[in-house]
């Protein structure tokens, strides 16, 4: 007599293996990423000429190379596969004064590219969103016979000043200027001078938006400035101002004629 499988049993073993698979590897990985983060006192293979309190560069790191002249403030946020590189390939000697610097509070989002082949500066709390690039170095194409990549590139440093928020997939190119407090809206493709608290989008970035001292922002903001959350409120009192203006938010309830 043969006994019935119970297919139920064997799906709900094989459920709970996975689960525990999962959970594990889950673990794993998170020991990984908080084990093999590179800060000031756990550096990894990296020989930074400086990297300050309470930075982190996030595992897995992009390309690094010539970190002994790659200066990272303090407080730092580096995400994970960001390319950070001084000199056009590893191991050269680059001289006494360091090629990259980033300053205090910077914060540079996941995937983008930092290329320094001569001096580029990243001013204080400075935001990159993800996928940025930045780089010195511009391919040459004067010889219409040699093939573009292999003429000699042109180089032309980079500063970036504090403050400033490069949006999502934006290029900045070699020469680059930007001033205090500088928008770049995501995608655009930044050469030149851009001036302090001046708003740039586009390919090639424009200025759109501008600070005048008597006038204010130029053309007007489209919408108020937030307000900021007031010093010692509580999350709980959060909570209960959203749901009262929740309330107050909703119709009110129509009265049906003889009901």
């Not at 002249?69 to 580096?78: A, F, L, P, S």
């Not at 407090?181 to 938006?209: C, F, I, L, T, Y």
């Not at 108020?224 to 309330?247: D, F, H, K, S, Y």
Request: aromatic share 6%; proline share 10%.
């Amino acid at each position: 007599m043969r006994v019935p499988i119970n297919q139920n049993v064997f799906s709900s073993l094989a459920a709970w293996r996975r689960r525990a698979v999962s959970r594990a590897l889950h673990r794993s990985a998170r020991w990984v990423r908080e084990a093999a983060a590179v800060t000031a006192e756990c550096p990894g293979p990296y020989r930074f000429r400086r990297i300050g309190t309470g930075t982190r560069l996030a595992y897995p790191q992009g390309t690094v190379f010539g970190d002994p002249w790659i200066e990272i403030g303090d407080y730092c946020i580096i995400a994970q596969d960001v390319t950070l590189t001084a000199g056009m390939m590893p191991d050269l000697d680059l001289g006494s004064e360091p090629i990259l610097t980033l300053g205090n509070g910077v914060v540079l989002g996941r995937g983008s590219h930092v290329i320094a082949d001569v001096r580029l500066t990243i001013g204080d709390d400075c935001f990159f969103g993800p996928g940025v690039y930045v780089t010195t170095t511009n391919h040459s194409y004067d010889d219409p016979e040699m093939p573009v990549g292999k003429q000699w590139p042109r180089t032309d440093p980079v500063a970036i000043g504090p403050g400033s928020w490069i949006g999502t997939g934006a290029v900045i190119l070699p020469g680059a200027r930007l001033g205090r407090n500088v928008v770049v809206a995501a995608g655009s493709v930044v050469r030149g001078e851009v001036p302090d608290h001046a708003v740039v989008a586009g390919a090639p970035a424009k200025v759109v938006r501008s600070w005048d001292p008597r006038e204010g922002w130029q053309p007007p903001l489209r919408t108020p400035a937030p307000v900021p959350i007031p010093e010692g409120v509580t999350p709980e009192q959060l909570r209960a101002l959203g749901e009262w203006e929740q309330g107050e938010a909703a119709p009110a309830p129509q009265r049906v004629p003889g009901g």
